[in-house]
């Protein structure tokens, strides 16, 4: 049997696998198979999406989902969600500006002779929105299914405990009378035949 111990562990693993797969993937593969020298400041802006998106993660798993989800309260769980997803385009711009980032990426491109990449507008940035959206919906599964089976194991143990209570009662009523049974089938082989019933 698995301890609860070594479970968590192996949940943590699970987790830091996830981050470092979901990291690869979606921010650092891409941008290493442009065949440019990217500067630092670059990778700094894809850890810090990265941090960003997990704790998105977590406080919707930790305290969203139980407290607005599970409680009723959709409306405010959709609303919260969709300016968590909102707020993380003006976030990363944020970073991009204190990084110096658009500047810096225009040299590295240019250096090869690439031209310039289109420079964003103040628009939305909607990547970072679906990023957000995708990590949400991630977490709310998770959370849900998480939720489903540990309420699944409680009616289980109740269920388990009910049966249990039952047999005990039933138990309780068949030995009193199977012991006065005894007595009496004692008691009646006296009259019958005494030195049997010693």
């Not at 707020?87 to 980032?101: E, M, Q, R, S, T």
């Not at 006065?180 to 030195?195: G, Q, R, S």
């Amino acid at each position: 049997m698995v301890s609860v111990k070594s479970r968590s562990y192996l949940s943590i693993l699970l987790h830091v696998f996830s981050w470092m797969l979901f990291a690869f993937v979606l921010l650092f593969h891409q941008p290493l198979s442009w065949n440019i020298t990217l500067p630092p400041q670059f990778w700094v802006k894809q850890g810090c999406i990265l941090i960003m998106l997990i704790i998105v993660f977590y406080v919707n798993s930790k305290i969203l989902v139980p407290q607005l989800l599970l409680k009723n309260k959709t409306l405010t769980f959709v609303l919260v969600i969709l300016a968590l997803a909102i707020l993380a385009g003006p976030f990363v711009k944020i970073i991009d500006n204190a990084l110096n980032l658009p500047e810096l990426m225009s040299k590295a491109f240019s250096e090869l002779g690439i031209p310039r990449p289109p420079k964003r507008s103040n628009r939305i940035d909607v990547f970072q929105i679906m990023m957000t959206l995708f990590m949400v919906g991630i977490s709310t599964s998770v959370t849900l299914i998480q939720k489903w089976q540990a309420d699944k194991q409680s009616r289980e143990a109740l269920e388990k405990e009910k049966i249990g209570s039952e047999l005990s009662f039933l138990k309780a009523q068949i030995n009193p009378h199977f012991f006065f049974n005894t007595l009496n089938n004692i008691y009646a082989l006296t009259h019958v035949d005494v030195d049997k019933s010693r």
